[in-house]
């Protein structure tokens, strides 16, 4: 017995042995991988007889308190440790992500989520830093990577590759390079906005042309006053969308690179001749955004060339002011005069769109029922059932108004916007000299008269095919700068104009600043918190560990 007793004694450290000789020859000797499994083998047999003989003396150790207890807390962090290792490879094999803050300041935007999911070839991201600025870009550009495979991000050390700094002519730190086919955009910003956009403007290449009509008292696209439409361009343009004015009574045609034709609260008719290019504009495959404010007055004029043009293609344009008594406005600081919109009838402009809007001063936009020679118009805005169209406007002079259908008012909910799009077998051709669309390769969509032409041409597809679209709401003062800060009304105003311009990728809720959750403490309270932390908590602590401890010396 002595015998065996030896023999097990040393078996366990024999076992050790062969184990760490296994390990060695794994890692040393990759080539002799079947010997570090058999030497892995002994050692573990050895072990187990080791431990098999010594059982008398497990089991009276088993039977110890301390024993005990150390089992429980063992179990518990191993417990613990096999947790961790299976949440890890869960999250490894899924790669969800969450994002807790309030803000979702980590979250991208539905619109930068549509532009990565519609991308179709590969774009390289090059950002040009210092090594220590790496993290802050990677916090935002991790989730493009994450979004879409197309997506790839290379970061690059200014000082330490001067050379391929000087290739992309990266002038300062901090730039970021989107490089789509041989199209190379930079961006000096760590912003989501400002990151998109670069994105955008890389995948769309040239840029395409807004048009904001003049010459009749309408919204000035120029202007930062509050009637004016500055915060509106300035957002195209980060849409990858230029903006420029013309008067039609000058140019006589609308200009060639026209994308989108913009008549933007006119306060007087078109002429008829202006009219009638903008109708064969739009009969020819063009794109129109009309704005028509409601007459103030029962004796103004209205605008019948226009309401003419929007009737030509299935619109009802109302001689009413849409009154809303739902209440909701007072929550945005308006009045019953503003209408409040939070329903939006299924169209393109309004996929996904669940903001309120706001309409200081509208007018009913009604689609004709079975359309006009095909041209069937949707409804994609509309107010709450609570409003209603407002027939007789000298009631409204006196400040108090009431839903009398007898009279002609109209109950709600009341549709404000419409927009209808029509496929052009052939686009309406130029002059009787021939006149027609210009050869510069303008892309799809994009409508032109060529020089001398008094005619328009848009540009065909493959198909030999361009669509003609209208957007109309019956209100301008949304999209101006005193009401496009409301809720979603800069977001609605933008969708329609990138659906006109045949940018559906664009249509979306964009990109919005981190909201600043600053606490700011007057001296008096940082001094409270002070005390707080350095002090009271610690005491506290501090005064139940001998409270503690002194009863525990009672007992």
């Known amino acids: ?5 030896n023999l ?13 000789a296994a ?15 058999w030497l892995s083998v002994a050692g573990i047999v050895l072990l187990a007889a080791h431990t098999a003989g010594q059982w008398r003396q497990i089991a009276t150790f088993a039977r110890r308190r301390q024993t005990r207890y150390g089992a429980v807390a063992t179990s518990g962090i191993v417990l613990a440790l096999g947790i961790v290792v299976a949440v890890n490879y869960i999250l490894s094999r899924q790669n969800v992500r969450w994002d807790l803050t309030a803000g979702g300041q980590y979250s991208l935007s539905d619109q930068t989520r549509r532009v990565l999911e519609s991308l179709e070839s590969p774009i390289s991201v090059l950002v040009f830093a210092r090594e220590e600025e790496f993290p802050g870009y990677r916090d935002r550009l991790g989730e493009y990577e994450y979004i879409s495979s197309q997506v790839t991000v290379e970061y690059v050390d200014i000082d330490g590759d001067p050379v391929r700094a000087r290739q992309y002519d990266v002038q300062s730190y901090g730039t970021v390079v989107f490089e789509y086919g041989d199209r190379v955009e930079r961006v000096v910003s760590t912003s989501e906005q400002e990151l998109t956009n670069g994105l955008i403007r890389a995948v769309e290449g040239e840029e395409r042309t807004v048009y904001f009509v003049q010459g009749h008292g309408e919204r000035d696209p120029a202007s930062s006053e509050r009637e004016g439409y500055s915060a509106l361009v300035e957002a195209l343009e980060r849409d990858n969308l230029g903006v420029e004015t013309v008067v039609l009574a000058q140019t006589g045609a609308v200009p060639a690179d026209a994308t989108v034709l913009v008549i933007a609260g006119p306060e007087t008719d078109l002429l008829p001749a202006e009219a009638n290019l903008v109708r064969e504009w739009l009969d020819g495959g063009g794109k129109l955004l009309l704005l028509l404010d409601p007459p103030e007055a029962a004796d103004e004029p209205d605008a019948p060339n226009l309401v003419a043009l929007a009737a030509d293609w299935g619109m009802e344009i109302g001689t009413d002011v849409v009154v809303d008594a739902s209440g909701v406005g007072q929550l945005l600081g308006t009045d019953a005069s503003v209408p409040v919109a939070a329903s939006y009838p299924p169209h393109a402009i309004t996929d996904r769109f ?10 009913s936009v009604r689609p004709v029922a ?40 109209v109950p709600g909910p009341v549709p404000i916007a419409a927009a209808v799009s029509l496929i052009v077998d052939e686009p309406a051709g130029g002059d009787e000299d021939g006149a027609g669309a210009d050869d510069d390769g303008e892309e799809p969509g994009n409508a032109g008269v060529a020089e001398g032409g008094d005619g328009f041409e848009a540009e065909p597809d493959a198909g030999g095919t361009v669509e003609a679209r209208l957007a109309v709401f019956g209100d301008s003062d949304f999209a101006s700068n005193g009401a496009v800060g409301i809720q979603g009304n800069s977001d609605l105003a933008l969708n329609a104009l990138n659906w006109l311009a045949e940018q559906e990728s664009l249509i ?13 403490l007057t001296a008096d309270q940082q001094m409270r918190i002070n005390w707080l932390a350095l002090l009271m908590i610690p005491g506290a602590i501090i005064g139940a560990g001998v409270y503690t401890w002194w009863n525990r010396r009672q007992q």
């Open 370 to 409: 079975g359309g006009v020679e095909g041209r069937i118009a949707q409804a994609f805005v509309e107010t709450s059932p609570r409003s209603w169209a407002e027939h007789d406007l000298s009631e409204l002079a006196g400040g108090e108004v009431a839903l009398d259908e007898a009279a002609g008012d």
């Open 354 to 363: 669940n903001l309120l809007t706001a309409f200081p001063l509208a007018r």
């Open 8 to 20: 097990l004694h040393w078996s366990g450290w024999a076992g050790v042995g062969l184990v760490v």
């Open 1 to 5: 017995m002595p015998m065996v007793a």
């Open 508 to 520: 979306a809720i964009r990109p919005r600043e981190p909201e600043d959750r600053r606490i700011t």
């Open 23 to 37: 390990v060695v020859t794994r890692f040393a000797a990759p080539e002799q991988q079947g010997l570090s499994w």
